[in-house]
């Protein structure tokens, strides 16, 4: 018979401290789940105001989908990408929706979320600055702008890369932007408690 038992050492007890102040329960799970969704529909809809060419469109729905990303994790960050998607079409109706534009942006929240859990670095603010780039390059120049060029008939009289260069070469400026204006949210994100500790 074993009677040993864990010996609570001071950095056991500190690290089960963290793990139960940052761990939500499923009704907060939700609850920010539809928090952010409303917020990223609300930043849509400001970025109509914010059009100066276009080609050219300042929407800030990005930093919310990063800040919903890392917070509820995978699911629930692709979750709060797909509702504010669909949302947003309906709201603010510009044609068919596109559902491979659909898939991109639900993707955006699934790889941020695995890109804030997997990435082994414990400064949130590279890791918010990494997954914007990742996001960035794979989702909105790739997936999504390949799903434009060929679902709205550019590929018939341009190639995807004359499509880019002319339609969607300022949209890493505005990824940009909204990677900037996540940076000062962190803060908050980690008192308000949806953020892990960094600190041992």
């Known amino acids: 018979m074993n009677n040993q038992q864990e010996i609570a050492t001071p950095d056991i007890i500190a690290d089960k401290a963290v793990r139960s102040q940052n761990t939500l ?51 629930r960050g692709g979750l709060v990408c797909f509702i504010s998607d669909i949302l947003g079409a309906f709201i603010l109706p510009q ?38 780039v990742v996001c960035t390059g794979l989702c909105t120049c790739l ?28 949209q890493p400026i505005v990824a940009a932007i909204n990677i900037a204006l996540t940076m000062p949210m962190i803060p908050l994100l980690k008192k308000l408690k949806l953020l892990p500790d960094t600190k041992k």
Do not use: D, H
């Open 25 to 75: 329960s499923e009704t907060k799970k939700m609850t920010y789940t539809a928090v952010f969704a409303a917020l990223a529909v609300v930043m849509k809809f400001i970025g109509q105001y914010l059009t100066l060419t276009p080609s050219f469109k300042i929407t800030l729905i990005y930093m919310i989908w990063l800040m919903a990303a890392a917070c509820l994790g995978i699911v």
């Open 143 to 170: 997936i999504n702008s390949a799903a434009i060029w060929y679902g709205y008939g550019y590929y018939e009289t341009m190639s995807f890369g004359v499509y880019f260069v002319t339609f969607r070469t300022m």
């Open 95 to 132: 044609g068919a929706i596109n559902p491979f534009v659909v898939m991109g942006n639900t993707l955006y929240g699934v790889i941020a979320g695995a890109t804030f859990k997997l990435v082994p670095i414990k400064n949130n603010y590279l890791k918010f600055l990494i997954m914007g």
